[in-house]
T-cell receptor, first 114, second 116 residues
Framework: NAGVMQNPRHLVRRRGQEARLRCSPM?????VYWYRQLPEEGLKFMVY????????ESGMPKERFSAEFPKEGPSILRIQQVVRGDSAAYFC????????????FGEGSWLTVV | AQTVTQSQPEMSVQEAETVTLSCTYD???????LFWYKQPPSRQMILVIR??????QNATENRFSVNFQKAAKSFSLKISDSQLGDAAMYFC?????????????FGKGTHLIIQP
């Protein structure tokens, strides 16, 4: 049973470009979470999704950031017009349900904006 | 809002000795979950141990155990017989049932150094 798969592991973008980060949850998991980790910081919740639904996006910046989890395919975190402050590690996690189950993390995607 | 505080930015321990990492949290909920995650240099987040607040018994996983003091809102991690592979950032985290509403709330982490 493969774990949570994230790609790309490392992504470099110039300011103003778009970044797309992909996450395939563990088999049988229908709940996906995205977290951001800035240097020297813990992880901060961004968004929680189920298939085709955004359940909670209270941690996501209002502009330039969006997330989706389509019926088929991976969850996508999209950052438009990236700025240097977007440079961070973005972690995806999944769980079988949202009711207090342990969530399992992917290995993260490192975005560097130059 | 829930907060998680790790007051030790860095801890150092001799190999084979025991170390305790501190974590306190603030919540008005009575039912919740607490976790310790390990982040080694590879940066992957690895679950170390989990505790349900309604359980009085402290969780244990091999060399890792917790001291859960619900009234004091304290959740410390004890690592026995420390090994070089234990060197990592350790994050304490909190979640409520239906935990997706806010996901996990993390502390800022404790950097654990193992001295050979």
């Amino acid at each position: 049973n493969a774990g949570v798969m994230q790609n790309p592991r490392h992504l470099v973008r110039r300011r103003g470009q778009e970044a797309r980060l992909r996450c395939s949850p563990m088999k049988g998991h229908s709940h996906v979470y995205w977290y951001r980790q800035l240097p020297e910081e813990g992880l901060k919740f961004m968004v929680y999704l189920q298939k085709e639904n955004i359940i909670d996006e209270s941690g996501m910046p209002k502009e330039r950031f969006s997330a989706e989890f389509p019926k088929e395919g991976p969850s996508i975190l999209r950052i438009q017009q990236v700025v240097r402050g977007d440079s961070a590690a973005y972690f995806c996690a999944s769980s079988p349900t949202g009711t207090g189950n342990t969530i399992y993390f992917g290995e993260g995607s490192w975005l560097t904006v130059v | 809002a829930q907060t998680v505080t790790q007051s030790q930015p860095e801890m150092s321990v001799q190999e084979a000795e025991t170390v305790t990492l501190s974590c306190t949290y603030d919540t008005s909920e009575s039912d919740y979950y607490l976790f310790w995650y390990k982040q080694p240099p590879s940066r992957q987040m690895i679950l170390v141990i989990r505790q349900e607040a309604y359980k009085q018994q402290n969780a244990t996983e091999n060399r890792f155990s917790v001291n859960f003091q619900k009234a004091a809102k304290s959740f410390s991690l004890k690592i026995s017989d420390s090994q070089l592979g234990d060197a990592a950032m350790y994050f304490c985290a909190y979640s409520i049932p239906g935990g997706g509403a806010d996901g996990l709330t993390f502390g800022k982490g404790t950097h654990l150094i193992i001295q050979p």
